[in-house]
């Protein structure tokens, strides 16, 4: 467990983002979260776009982004992601902030605002992506696509890992469609990785129909 010690500028700057996120409270963004099935215990439905743009008004500190993460909110949690600093946070920080959200938007805010920063993110996907845990299965498949549009070079040993380690049970809808984009952003990067994915989903399309929808999305990137 980590322990804190509070800052009063890091406090005065907390209360600050407080009543800045209040003010971006969007009653039409409350009601298409709503319809998309997101529903969260504590909302405001500020839009993500606006969250970045106050995000970047602050330097990323640890403790801030802590202090945002407990206020427990949608908003204040999505801008904690975006103010941590990557190398200040622990696995146990990971797999604690994971466990507390339960939302597919959080998951991929997390992943492509924080997690692909971290520098083990090697290493943390790759054990997410072997485990039963269908929040770090996701957020493994999601972090990897992302890997593959920001930093394809340094991450071609974890794009190997990925094609060994897909999930077997691409059942459920959601799931199957983050490991197609992901796939989909692998294929752009060489030939060798064309075929070493081709040559997958050819073998697990004959035996498992979820992959036939797989193969046939990527074929807009093949």
Not at 11 to 19: D, F, H, M, N, R
Not at 110 to 129: A, D, G, H, I
Not at 200 to 205: A, F, G, M, P
Request: with cysteine; aromatic share 8%.
């Amino acid at each position: 467990m980590e322990f804190f010690i509070d800052n009063a500028e890091i406090e005065a700057e907390y209360q600050q983002i407080q009543k800045k996120i209040k003010l971006l409270r969007n009653g039409e963004t409350h009601d298409d979260m709503k319809q998309l099935g997101l529903v969260y215990q504590k909302a405001l439905g500020a839009n993500v776009a606006e969250l970045r743009k106050l995000a970047n008004l602050y330097d990323k500190n640890h403790l801030l982004a802590n202090k945002l993460w407990c206020a427990g909110f949608r908003e204040t949690k999505i801008v904690a992601s975006l103010l941590d600093k990557p190398e200040k946070v622990t696995i146990e920080q990971a797999e604690r902030w994971l466990s507390e959200i339960d939302t597919n938007e959080m998951l991929e805010q997390l992943t492509v605002n924080l997690w692909v920063y971290l520098p083990k993110k090697e290493q943390l996907f790759e054990q997410w992506l072997k485990s039963d845990d269908r929040k770090k299965q996701l957020s493994a498949i999601m972090g990897i696509g992302r890997l593959a549009l920001i930093d394809a070079e340094n991450n071609n040993v974890l794009f190997l890992r990925f094609l060994e380690h897909i999930p077997a049970d691409l059942s459920e809808s959601y799931l199957r469609n983050q490991v197609g984009r992901a796939l989909g952003k692998i294929v752009r990067l060489d030939s060798i990785l064309v075929d070493k994915v081709t040559t997958l989903v050819h073998q697990k399309r004959a035996t498992d129909p979820n992959w036939q929808e797989i193969w046939e999305n990527l074929q807009y990137e093949l």
